[in-house]
């Protein structure tokens, strides 16, 4: 039987690998920073960088994108 322990571990670690394969961040931030409402709306967003070749051709565009508040 794995632990809770274990499970998180090894979803950590997994998470880690996606990541690092796709040179990708994961940012949480607080969409109304500075208002009343700050704290109330978290959204959490993925960047992955951009490619470039030798001769500063764009291989991948930088992409950024919502995870939205469910992942199926």
Not at 13 to 37: F, I, M, P, Q, T
């Amino acid at each position: 039987m794995q632990t809770k322990e274990d499970v998180e571990a090894q979803f950590r670690k997994e998470l880690s690998d996606l990541l690092k394969k796709w040179n990708a961040d994961v940012v949480v931030a607080d969409h109304y920073r500075g208002y009343s409402e700050c704290g109330q709306e978290l959204r959490t967003e993925v960047d992955i960088p951009a490619i470039y070749n030798k001769n500063n051709e764009t291989v991948r565009e930088y992409t950024n994108f919502d995870l939205g508040c469910y992942l199926d």
